[in-house]
């Protein structure tokens, strides 16, 4: 069946830190790939994806590539700041599914 | 904001009730999802219309039900509510049936709580 495994939180950084989120994934066929972030009272935004194996999604300075030789999804960003603190998920869907599984959700707290 | 529009945001039940919670999804979208999310099972797929179609069905109980009516909105409709029922239940829509060809715009969810 299809899964998506995520680093277990609350991860815990200082501004400017590194982050690494991982994610992998168990699926038949090629999924393809996102990651979400729910910030404070408000419902799942995209962040980013990929569709394909070796593809990099990025936005807002978050990258994750899409690794089939590891079923590997992990997030990262340079430098973290406050406003990004908020609950990560990592995500697959089967081509030409109508349903996301996604991941049980990383809370990341920034501290100044 | 995601122009997905969810109501209520709050809603406190009793046991053995019924509830509607309501979603307006974004202008010139006709896809609708339904997730509920809880603390012990995460964000779960529950069920996705089309067009006033149902298109696909995820772990949705028997004792829940939805639809989509003309305008599009769609109504998640609860009943003979359980403890267990207590979750954030987003809804969340797209223009196209499947999600690789547009991404999901959530609303901000309708928090329940059955006591």
């Known amino acids: 069946g299809n899964s998506v495994t995520q680093m277990e939180g609350p991860v815990t950084l200082s501004e400017e830190a590194f982050l690494t989120i991982n994610c992998t994934y168990t699926a038949t066929g090629y999924p393809s790939l996102f990651w979400y972030v729910q910030y404070p009272g408000e419902g799942l935004q995209l962040l980013l994806k990929?569709?394909?194996?070796?593809d990099k999604g990025s936005n807002k300075g978050f990258e994750a590539t899409y690794r089939k030789e590891t079923t590997s999804f992990h997030l990262e960003k340079g430098s973290v700041q406050v406003s990004d603190s908020a609950v990560y998920f990592c995500?697959?869907?089967?081509?030409?599914?109508?349903?996301?599984?996604f991941g049980t959700g990383t809370r990341l707290t920034v501290i100044p | 904001d995601s122009g997905v529009t969810q109501t209520p945001k709050h809603l406190i039940t009793a046991t053995g009730q019924r509830v509607t919670l309501r979603c307006s999804p974004r202008?010139?979208?006709?896809?609708v999802y339904w997730y509920q999310q809880s603390l012990d099972q995460g964000l779960q797929f529950l069920i996705q219309y089309y067009n006033g179609e149902e298109r696909a069905k995820g772990n949705i109980l028997e004792r829940f039900s939805a639809q989509q009516f003309p305008d599009l909105h769609s109504e998640l409709n609860l009943s003979s509510l359980e403890l267990g029922d207590s979750a954030l239940y987003f809804c969340?829509?797209?223009?196209?049936?499947?999600?690789?060809?547009?991404?999901?715009?959530f609303g901000n969810g309708t928090r329940l709580t059955v006591t």
């Open positions: 969340a829509s797209s223009v196209a049936g499947t999600v690789n060809n547009s991404p999901l715009h």
């Open positions: 202008s010139g979208d006709l896809s």
């Open positions: 995500a697959l869907i089967k081509t030409g599914a109508n349903n996301l599984f």
């Open positions: 990929a569709t394909k194996a070796d």
